[in-house]
């Protein structure tokens, strides 16, 4: 439904590149709503819980480390199939793989510096949100333009 939410991430690459704006209105353009946003150094032990399902992988320290190395932007995206949607706008995970128009598409050229991560399923979505934000940190606003954003 509309109420769906998910975690999107602005990695240390994107941060550096001042991607962080143009990320912003290609989501916000989109008709989605932007509930919750920060800008943090993460640490290791957060990292390594966010990527737990990666832990067997050989990138996985390397990706912590990258993860870590400076501030990334933390957000919380609403809207209407916002999980699928915002994946498709961001491309595949390998930026070879991903075309033209989508974020790594656009913006990219390596797996292991790939600007964003989004959560990629409505129940990690619930996990990394309830990971990177406290419940207080999630602004519930009222969209003037959702009567034109959905029928
Ligand atoms: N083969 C790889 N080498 C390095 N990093 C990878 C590789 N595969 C995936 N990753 C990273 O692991 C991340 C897992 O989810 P993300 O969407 O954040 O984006 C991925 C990449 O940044």
Redesign the pocket.
């Known amino acids: 439904g509309i109420h769906e939410r998910t975690f999107v991430?602005i990695?240390p690459d994107g941060v550096q590149r001042r991607l962080v704006g143009e990320i912003i209105r290609r989501f916000e353009q989109k008709g989605f709503k932007l509930v919750g946003m920060k800008i943090l150094q993460a640490s290791e032990n957060l990292l390594k819980d966010h990527?737990i399902d990666?832990k067997d992988?050989?990138?996985y320290n390397?990706?912590v480390k990258?993860?870590s190395s400076g501030p990334l932007v933390a957000m919380v995206w609403q809207g209407l199939d916002v999980v699928k949607i915002t994946r498709a706008m961001?491309g595949e995970?390998?930026p070879a793989d991903s075309a033209p128009g989508t974020i790594r598409g656009d913006f990219c050229v390596e797996?292991?510096?790939?600007v964003?991560?989004?959560s990629?399923s409505v129940e990690s979505a619930v996990r990394e949100i309830s990971l990177w934000f406290q419940p207080e940190e999630l602004i519930c606003w009222n969209d003037c333009a959702a009567d034109w954003i959905y029928e």
Not at 111 to 114: A, D, S
Request: hydrophobic share 35%.
């Open positions: 991430a990695k990527y990666l992988r050989p990138f390397g990706l990258y993860m961001m995970t390998n797996v292991g510096r790939n964003i991560h989004g990629d």
